[in-house]
């Protein structure tokens, strides 16, 4: 038993079983099939996670647009706004107020309008050719009983990721979100 483990441990130190025990490594060798692995699948997984990013903070930024407009909005509905005198300046400094921690206040429009009955209501888009019209803008907080719509608007700067995925709907790579609160005035 002896004598045949040493013919075995001379004969493994022969140059012809090493060469046929690296070339048989050639064939096996798996350390670096990991790394290909992960290289064949690294540019989908990376646009699925660039993805999934861009519409949470999307719809992060709509809920945030969406509260901010409808608190602001009470101060009309209750009548603070006409009785205050409300300018459309501190009309949107107020909405900008509710949704500074997300929403950069430069980039939130107002647009308030009166209407007598909500069957003539309509909303008005304010995309021309991929880009905000501030001149489509009104400002009328309206009298007691009267029916009013709030529209808020802001542009949130997007980018497009690998594979050519992107949530813009305006040029320069935006996203126009839009808020909207839909009321009759108290009777205040």
């Known amino acids: 038993m002896v004598i045949l483990l040493l013919l075995r441990r001379v004969a493994s130190l022969l140059p012809a079983a090493r060469l046929r025990r690296k070339e048989a490594g050639l064939f096996c060798c798996e350390r670096s099939s990991t790394a290909l692995e992960f290289a064949f699948i690294a540019v989908p997984l990376f646009a699925l996670l ?23 909005a009470r101060l009309i509905m209750t009548g603070q706004a006409q ?11 107020d909405v900008c ?31 021309q050719n991929g880009k ?11 009298g007691p009983g009267d029916i009013v ?20 709907n305006m040029a320069g790579n935006s996203r126009l979100l839009q808020a909207t609160a839909v009321f009759r005035n108290e009777p205040y």
Do not use: H, R, W
């Open 149 to 168: 719509l709030v529209q808020v608007f802001y542009e949130l700067p997007v980018m497009t990721g690998p594979l050519g995925f992107t949530l813009a």
């Open 50 to 72: 660039i993805a999934i990013l861009e519409t949470g903070l999307v719809f992060i930024s709509q809920q945030v647009l969406q509260t901010a407009t409808t608190e602001t």
């Open 97 to 127: 107020n509710n949704a500074t921690p997300v929403l950069a206040c430069k980039d939130i429009d107002v647009n308030v309008q009166t209407f007598s009955s909500f069957s003539s209501m309509t909303m008005e888009s304010p995309l």
């Open 83 to 93: 009785m205050g005198g409300l300018t459309a300046a501190q009309f949107l400094a």
């Open 132 to 142: 905000f019209n501030q001149a489509a803008m009104n400002y009328s907080v309206g």
